[in-house]
């Protein structure tokens, strides 16, 4: 059985789970991914390291999962350690798909400065990280209460300026000058549609995948959700793998089985969305907390429902409250539309 997913789709899946975790941070991954590709382009890069920093702008904070974590990641200072790069690196490099985009990630906290200092550092450092690094401090500079993004350019160029051979890398810093001064660059940043207008610049694959490359993306999803609370960090691997047994025992295929692993992998992607103090609540919930909680599988489908080939696999992982009398949540779905083809 081979699974045929967008490229860009799975991106964009990862992208909007991380930003489950944030509000506040909502498109940051795209908006990184955006500004990066435009550097890139200005500076007559190829189109592979173009196409790459955009995987790479969307992917680039995976490993920020707490909610501190993303706050801190917003400000500017530079004395903030960036261990979430590592961790990130560390997620990226395990899927093969993303393996080459791993390290341009890991390093995008890199000082210009350090490479300048240290030669080995030199060697595995890229002008792709250095360019991403660049986009990310230009895309948290952005106040997203000011209406007008056109009154916060200049403001922004200046900042970025008075870094420009310390944190950046002086020629990645004088392309984004000359990019500053287009208005489209601005309006297409802060734009609503700023997933389509990434879409329109990608030139999308399709990743082939049987069922064990499927089951090792599921693993990535499982990663990012257990990562972030002790409490559950083996949760997802123990459904998993007692879903597959229990299909197997109710006589599904070998095929099916898998399937089911893979759901019990994905089942609490939404999770990211509600808060770690609820999650590890060690008391009964309020009706307010339960509220919160029941968003959780409502994210898990609305995260993966675009990547067509998986509508199993999502329907089984985002119905694990149902009930078969209608009562469970969040679609009170029934008994004959949870209905398991053997």
Not at 207 to 216: I, K, R, S
Not at 229 to 257: D, I, Q, W
Not at 265 to 285: F, Q
Not at 320 to 325: A, Q, S, T, V, W
């Amino acid at each position: 059985m081979i699974f045929r997913i967008n490229e860009l789709d799975l991106v964009m899946a990862l992208s909007s789970v991380i930003d489950l975790i944030d509000e506040n941070v909502t498109d940051h991954h795209k908006r990184v991914a955006y500004i990066a590709f435009q550097i890139a382009k200005e500076m007559g890069l190829s189109d592979r390291e173009q196409r790459e920093l955009i995987l790479a702008g969307a992917l680039h904070d995976i490993g920020a999962l707490s909610l501190q974590e993303r706050i801190d990641i917003t400000r500017f200072e530079k004395s903030y350690d960036y261990i979430h790069a590592e961790i990130s690196y560390m997620f990226l490099k395990k899927f093969q798909p993303f393996y080459k985009v791993a390290d341009i990630v890991r390093y995008h906290h890199t000082y210009y400065f350090d490479l300048i200092k240290d030669s080995n550092l030199r060697q595995q450092v890229t002008i792709l990280s250095q360019i991403l690094h660049l986009a990310d401090r230009i895309e948290i500079l952005i106040n997203r209460s000011e209406q007008n993004i056109l009154n916060q350019v200049k403001a922004i160029t200046k900042k970025i300026d008075e870094n420009k051979g310390d944190m950046f890398h002086p020629e990645v810093v004088e392309v984004f000058q000359i990019l500053a001064k287009k208005e489209y660059f601005w309006f297409d940043l802060i734009s609503p549609f700023i997933e389509r207008i990434l879409s329109n610049h990608f030139r999308s694959t399709v990743v082939m995948l049987d069922l064990n490359g499927l089951l090792e993306l599921a693993k990535l999803f499982s990663q990012i959700i257990d990562f972030r609370s002790r409490f559950t960090s083996t949760h997802s691997s123990g459904v998993a793998a007692t879903a597959e047994m229990l299909a197997c025992l109710a006589g599904c295929t070998e095929e099916k089985c898998k399937m089911m692993r893979i759901a019990g992998y994905l089942h609490d992607l939404g999770k990211l969305a509600v808060p770690i103090e609820v999650l590890e609540k060690p008391g009964k919930l309020t009706e307010d907390e339960y509220n919160l909680v029941k968003q959780h599988v409502y994210y898990t489908k609305r995260v993966l429902e675009h990547m067509k080939d998986l509508e199993e696999i999502v329907h089984w992982a985002s119905s694990h409250h149902e009930r078969l009398d209608g009562k469970g949540y969040p679609f009170h779905y029934v008994a004959n539309e949870l209905n398991i083809r053997l």
